[in-house]
């Protein structure tokens, strides 16, 4: 069920937010033993939250909504581990922001999920939490650094999620989950209350089953926060209104060196739904983003030092308890040089002023989410065409080009390839989620890609109060 | 950015930082600085002199 349809059945009586819980709490009980999208599950806590909703008098657009957030954001009252032995004590005492925020519009707070270490990899392989595995196939990773919360839409673990992107990591889990999600832009949502990664790109978004639900959640944290100067002082535009506006119109920017550098199989499924969208008035245009290929050293150029900054202290006095890759990672911080990160800050506005003026002449722009499909747990290889690509090397190309410029970016499940999921993405101009988010719910109105659940989620959801 | 420095070079300037990671650590930082530090020079000559740095935000004033 989606989190829209279960908020309109609690509203109308339908169930009662301990009912909506205890759903939940089921099917946890019964699939994340193989899933492991939960680092932490507050099973007594949202009983007693949903209970105390019940006799509340406001009932805001979550009213009695289970929800759950990456293993980043502070929960006040249950530790937020960032799934690293370095944080595995800390209990924050206040919610972050988002959380507030949240709990304002009357969602209930299911648990904490797991994550790639600190949020500093895509894999969602914790060496201290151990492996989120895909749903749609345990074998393989759920991607990351959201994995949990891909995992958890995907497996029916929670109505809605949080997960947090920096370059990539709401949108590469979504994909390889086969869910739906949404990288808001810099700045429309506060961080406060968030273990960082990198100041200058993280971004809180949320991951759910369609294009509704995350208009819903979005609608519901984004705003200036006065407890975060990054956060943008704009008006939140009522997203649930726009979103039915149609894709008849819109101008979408097909930006064909992304669809041809991937597999060949994915540029198919990705293909297909482009032309999904055009047949339903949308009007595609070819487009060449100027330095393209540079958005991941510039963004790189930026990232690994602020990483490196903030995690020193810990760096110093905590060194061996980090994971193997996310301690090679944080190191290299070390040795860049300051002119590097000035440079990389005014490649960046080159590179924005360039992506502008692309985006001044369409609505939003469409590419593959991700180029390959995801990696088997353990390894950090894929296969292309016979060849084996790192990973890492072939997610930069695809999510740096977004989150360098701050942009909104949707992904949006739209096909399978042996029977793994593919999703394309959506790129809107800055505060532009309206328009990525029309164009996804266009898409979601004339296909079942987000509907379709794998089948751990299917034998839960036999016989059980929440189909 | 001169080529990829020694092992010896990397640990003088972690423990200059009051870090101190093992060979083992270095070696992992030497492979991503290999391909990383061409890359970052490409930057250097990328950028048109006039551009001025994307600005870190102030408060209520981004937009």
Redesign the interface.
């Known amino acids: 069920m989606t989190a829209a349809g279960l908020a309109r059945r609690l509203r109308a009586g339908e169930l009662s937010p301990r009912e909506a819980v205890q759903g939940y709490l089921d099917r946890i009980e019964a699939l994340d033993g193989e899933v492991n999208a939960y680092i932490t599950v507050r099973a007594e806590e949202a009983l007693a939250e949903a209970d105390a909703l019940e006799r509340a008098p406001a009932r805001g657009p979550l009213w009695g909504v289970p929800v759950a957030v990456k293993d980043v954001i502070d929960v006040a009252g249950t530790p937020t581990t960032a799934a690293s032995r370095i944080l595995a004590d800390r209990v924050p005492d206040r919610d972050a922001h988002v959380v507030a925020r949240l709990r304002e519009a009357g969602a209930i707070l299911l648990g904490k999920l797991n994550l790639h270490e600190f949020a500093y990899g895509a894999l969602t392989t914790s060496p201290h939490f151990g492996p989120a595995r895909n749903p749609w196939s345990p074998d393989r990773v759920c991607g990351g650094s959201s994995g949990g919360s891909g995992a958890a839409i995907a497996a029916d673990l929670a109505a809605a999620t949080l997960g947090t992107d920096t370059a990539g990591s709401i949108r590469i889990p979504a994909c390889y989950c086969g869910v739906t999600g949404l990288r808001p832009s810099s700045?429309r949502v506060s961080n406060r209350g968030v273990v960082p990664v990198a100041w200058?790109f993280d971004t809180v978004g949320p991951i759910a089953r369609t294009a509704e639900d995350c208009a819903l959640v979005l609608g519901t944290v984004a705003g200036r926060d006065p407890g975060d100067?990054?956060t943008?002082?704009?008006p939140v535009p009522p997203y649930g209104e726009t979103l039915g506006a149609g894709a008849r119109g819109l101008r979408i920017g097909v930006v064909t060196s992304l669809v041809e550098g991937a597999d060949p199989r994915i540029a198919v499924v990705v293909t297909e739904a482009l032309g999904e969208l055009r047949s339903l008035g949308a009007q595609l245009v070819p487009v060449a983003p100027p330095?393209l290929e540079?958005a991941g050293?510039?963004q790189?150029?930026m990232q690994?030092q602020e990483a490196t900054a903030a995690h020193?202290e810990w760096?110093?006095t905590r060194?061996s308890d980090y994971g193997?890759d996310v301690?090679?990672?944080l190191?290299?911080g070390?040795?860049?040089?300051s002119t590097?990160y000035?440079?990389?800050?005014?490649?960046?506005?080159?590179y924005?002023e360039e992506l502008r003026r692309v985006l001044e002449r369409v609505d939003v722009l469409a590419a593959p989410t991700m180029p390959v499909l995801p990696p088997r747990v353990g390894e950090e290889t894929v296969e292309v065409e016979g060849r084996e690509v790192p990973y890492r090397l072939a997610l930069i190309p695809y999510n740096s080009p977004w989150s360098l410029a701050g942009l909104p970016v949707a992904s949006v499940p739209c096909g399978f390839v042996d029977g793994l999921p593919v999703g394309f993405a959506l790129i809107g101009p800055r505060?532009g989620e309206e328009a990525v988010l029309r164009a996804a719910h266009a898409f979601q109105g004339a296909t079942d890609w987000h509907e379709l659940r794998p089948a751990p989620a299917r034998r839960a959801a036999e016989g059980a109060a929440l189909p | 950015?001169a080529a990829t420095?020694s092992l010896g070079e990397?640990r003088r300037?972690?423990e200059a930082?009051?870090?101190?990671?093992t060979d083992a650590?270095?070696e992992?930082?030497r492979a991503?600085?290999a391909v990383?530090l061409p890359?970052?020079r490409?930057?250097?000559g990328?950028?048109?002199p006039e551009?001025?740095?994307?600005?870190?935000?102030?408060?209520?004033?981004?937009?």
């Open positions: 700045g200058s100067p990054s943008v002082n704009a330095l540079r050293t510039i790189q150029a690994f020193l760096l110093r060194l193997d301690r090679a990672r190191l290299v070390l040795f860049l040089p590097l000035v440079t990389g800050q005014r490649a960046r506005r080159a924005y505060l | 950015m420095p990397l300037l972690a930082q009051g870090v101190a990671p650590d270095l992992a930082v991503f600085l990383l890359a970052f490409e930057l250097e990328l950028v048109p551009t001025a740095p994307a600005a870190f935000f102030l408060p209520g004033e981004r937009e």
